[in-house]
């Protein structure tokens, strides 16, 4: 029987990476993203996964930082695929740069909603899909986009380190909760990896940026998308936090 993921923030960078990770390990993949400018990005990544990969896909769109329109994907995901989800990707994201005393209330809210309480929102109405059909053999997977932020500090983004780290012992707590049951919860905590939210940065920054790294170079969506991809199939690895980030926390 066919295998069904949800993955949000899947419409483009890591989360359209992730997608198609999906697709190709087989699994029916549920694309959700946010804004009505990324409705086209979504539907052309999904048309591209069934073609590729054979399998089927679902868009919709939600913004998951409302517990209600998390629901709703849900809702939709089984009404389609049936009442029995094999995967959730939590990866939807956004971040400020912003000092802690300029940032407003309402920008570190919309930080902690998109990037925390959303997996928080998304796993308690996934879960219930999940443990009415897993086991050691047949297990199923929870994996949440922290940040190399969330294992360090970084300046001007104290409510994104805070969400990503929350992310860690949130992941944690879950994998030993459902470690029995046949869940598996992990995390991936990119490094600096080109997509959105460093392409308004000019060449120079770039470069200062990519100097601190000790690899000298900043990450391919692809790096992130491997490490799914070795979780996916790792059945004995839960409660972990994987980090491709080219040694930057090794300093
Ligand atoms: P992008 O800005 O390229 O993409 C962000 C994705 O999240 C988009 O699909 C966007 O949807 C979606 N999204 C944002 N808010 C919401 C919401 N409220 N509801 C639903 N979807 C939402 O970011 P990246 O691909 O770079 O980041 C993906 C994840 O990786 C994030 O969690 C980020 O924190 C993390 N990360 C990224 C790093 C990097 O260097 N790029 C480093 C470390 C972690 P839409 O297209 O509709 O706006």
Same mark, same amino acid.
């Given at each position: 029987?066919?295998?069904?993921?949800?993955?949000?923030? $899947?419409?483009?960078?890591?989360?359209?990476?992730?997608?198609?990770?999906?697709g190709e390990l087989g699994y029916n993949v549920v694309i959700n993203y946010r804004s009505e400018s990324s409705k086209v990005l979504s539907d052309n990544l999904a048309?591209?996964? !069934?073609?590729?990969?054979?399998?089927?896909?679902?868009?919709?769109?939600?913004?998951?930082?409302?517990?209600?329109?998390?629901?709703?994907?849900?809702?939709?995901?089984?009404?389609?695929?049936?009442?029995?989800?094999?995967?959730?990707?939590?990866?939807? $994201?956004?971040?400020?740069?912003?000092?802690?005393?300029?940032?407003?209330?309402?920008?570190?809210?919309?930080?902690?909603?998109?990037?925390?309480?959303? /997996?928080?929102?998304?796993?308690?109405?996934?879960?219930?899909?999940?443990?009415?059909?897993?086991?050691?053999?047949?297990?199923?997977?929870?994996?949440?986009?922290?940040?190399?932020? $969330?294992?360090?500090?970084?300046?001007?983004?104290?409510?994104?380190?805070?969400? !990503?780290?929350?992310?860690?012992? /949130?992941?944690?707590?879950?994998?030993?909760? /459902?470690?029995?049951?046949?869940?598996?919860?992990?995390?991936i905590a990119p490094g600096m990896i080109m997509t959105d939210m460093l392409r308004g940065v000019n060449q120079d920054e770039l470069n200062a940026l990519a100097a601190?790294? *000790?690899?000298?170079?900043?990450?391919?969506?692809?790096?992130?998308?491997?490490?799914?991809?070795?979780?996916?199939?790792? *059945?004995?690895?839960?409660?972990?936090?994987?980090? *491709?980030?080219?040694? /930057?926390?090794?300093?």
């Open positions: 029987m066919a295998k069904t993921a949800i993955i949000t923030g $899947g419409s483009r960078g890591i989360g359209e990476a992730m997608a198609l990770k999906l048309a591209k996964i !069934k073609d590729q990969y054979g399998v089927d896909t679902l868009v919709v769109r939600a913004d998951v930082s409302k517990y209600d329109d998390c629901e709703n994907l849900v809702k939709a995901t089984v009404d389609k695929f049936g009442d029995k989800i094999d995967v959730l990707v939590n990866n939807a $994201g956004i971040t400020n740069n912003c000092n802690f005393i300029d940032i407003t209330k309402e920008q570190y809210e919309a930080v902690i909603n998109t990037n925390l309480m959303s /997996f928080l929102h998304m796993t308690h109405l996934v879960l219930p899909y999940m443990v009415n059909h897993s086991d050691k053999d047949n297990q199923c997977c929870i994996v949440n986009t922290s940040s190399v932020g $969330g294992l360090t500090g970084v300046i001007n983004q104290a409510d994104y380190c805070a969400s !990503k780290s929350g992310i860690i012992g /949130f992941t944690r707590a879950i994998a030993l909760e /459902f470690a029995g049951k046949g869940i598996r919860c992990n995390a601190t790294i *000790p690899q000298g170079f900043i990450g391919d969506v692809s790096d992130i998308a491997g490490a799914l991809g070795y979780i996916l199939t790792a *059945p004995y690895v839960t409660g972990q936090v994987i980090s *491709p980030n080219g040694g /930057f926390v090794l300093q």
